[in-house]
C-alpha cells in the first residue's frame, strides 16, 4: 500500500475515532473509573443480635466492655470481608464510646459497615443498639471504629470505593480521611512509645 494512503487511513481513523469516543486520554480515564469496584455502604452491612445474659455482666450488673469488644471484633469482621473478599486482619480500635450501658432484659444489636478503603486497608463503623425486651424502647449504647488490613500487599483484588445512601453513612463517610489521617499521626506516635517499652 502506498505510504501517503496509509498515512491519510490513519488520520481518518483518529479522527473518526476523536469524533466517536473523545480524546484517548478522556476514554482510558473513563475505562479506569468504570474498573473500579464500588460498594454501597448497605452491601457491607452486618447485624448481630445477643441476648443479655447473666453470665455476660460485670460486677456493676452491666456487660462486660470486653466481652462487647468481642463481639464488635466478630461482626465488624463480616463487614470488611464483604467488601474485601480477601483475607484480612484486625489492626486497631478508636474513637470508641461507650454511651450507655447494657443490662437483663436487654438485646444488643450490632451493625457495623464499611466506611471508606484506601491501598490496603478498610475502616468499618460499629454501632451497638440496646433494646429493652420488656418495653420495646431503643437506645445507643456505643459506637467505635475497626480498622482492617487485607493479608495481601497490594490488596487483591483491589478494595472497593464505598459509597454511602443515608444520611447518616454520608455524614460518616465524610470523616473517613479525617480519620485516616489521626491514625497515621498516631502510628507514629506509637512507635515513638514502642522503642522506649521495657520488655524485662
Request: hydrophobic share 35%; with cysteine.
Amino acid at each position: 500500500m502506498h505510504p501517503s494512503k496509509t498515512t491519510s487511513y490513519g488520520i481518518c481513523n483518529r479522527h473518526h475515532f476523536s469524533q466517536t469516543y473523545g480524546t484517548l486520554e478522556s476514554l482510558t480515564l473513563e475505562v479506569l473509573t468504570m474498573s473500579k469496584r464500588q460498594l454501597t455502604c448497605h452491601e457491607t452491612l452486618s447485624i448481630t443480635n445477643h441476648r443479655v445474659f447473666s453470665s455476660d455482666l460485670n460486677e456493676h450488673n452491666t456487660v462486660f466492655g470486653g466481652q462487647t469488644l468481642s463481639m464488635v471484633d466478630n461482626t465488624s469482621s463480616i463487614a470488611a470481608s464483604r467488601a474485601a473478599h480477601q483475607v484480612t486482619a484486625t489492626v486497631s480500635m478508636d474513637h470508641l464510646n461507650f454511651i450507655a450501658p447494657f443490662e437483663l432484659q436487654d438485646a444488643m444489636v450490632f451493625e457495623s459497615y464499611v466506611t471508606g478503603t484506601s491501598h490496603r486497608s478498610l475502616e468499618v463503623f460499629v454501632k451497638g443498639i440496646g433494646e429493652h425486651l420488656l418495653t420495646g424502647e431503643r437506645f445507643v449504647g456505643f459506637t467505635c471504629f475497626v480498622t482492617f488490613v487485607t493479608a495481601a500487599k497490594p490488596a487483591d483484588p483491589e478494595l472497593p470505593e464505598i459509597v454511602p445512601e443515608t444520611d447518616e453513612e454520608k455524614f460518616i463517610c465524610a470523616g473517613y480521611q479525617d480519620r485516616l489521617a489521626e491514625r497515621k499521626v498516631d502510628r507514629d506516635e506509637q512507635k515513638a512509645i514502642f522503642s522506649h517499652l521495657n520488655l524485662d
